[in-house]
């Protein structure tokens, strides 16, 4: 769903792209959904698989649910001190 970010292109204009793989996605099919620019500045990292998404870490925040199990706590200072992700 990357592409469907607002400017998604400007985005891979001025950064390296990484990603994880959710449980039971294949990485090659993924990366056949997307632009040839966007692979191109892609690594795919090796990481333990876990089911939470960003998605679901937003809505938790929105909700001022406690998300300290999986955001770093600097991170979370920095949402908090922004007001980032508050319904």
């Known amino acids: 769903s990357f592409p469907m970010w607002k400017s998604y292109e400007?985005?891979?204009?001025?950064?390296?792209?990484?990603?994880?793989?959710?449980?039971?996605?294949?990485?090659?099919?993924?990366?056949?959904?997307?632009p040839?620019?966007?692979?191109?500045?892609?690594?795919?990292?090796?990481?333990p698989?876990?089911?939470?998404?960003?998605?679901?870490i937003?809505?938790?925040l929105a909700r001022g649910r406690a998300t300290s199990l999986w955001v770093p706590q600097k991170v979370l200072q920095y949402i908090e001190r922004h007001k980032l992700y508050t319904s």
Request: zero cysteines.
């Open 10 to 34: 400007r985005i891979i204009k001025f950064a390296q792209l990484a990603a994880a793989a959710r449980p039971g996605q294949d990485t090659d099919i993924v990366q056949a959904t997307l």
């Open 36 to 47: 040839p620019e966007v692979v191109d500045r892609l690594t795919w990292l090796q990481l």
């Open 58 to 60: 937003r809505d938790e």
């Open 49 to 56: 698989q876990s089911e939470i998404s960003a998605s679901n």
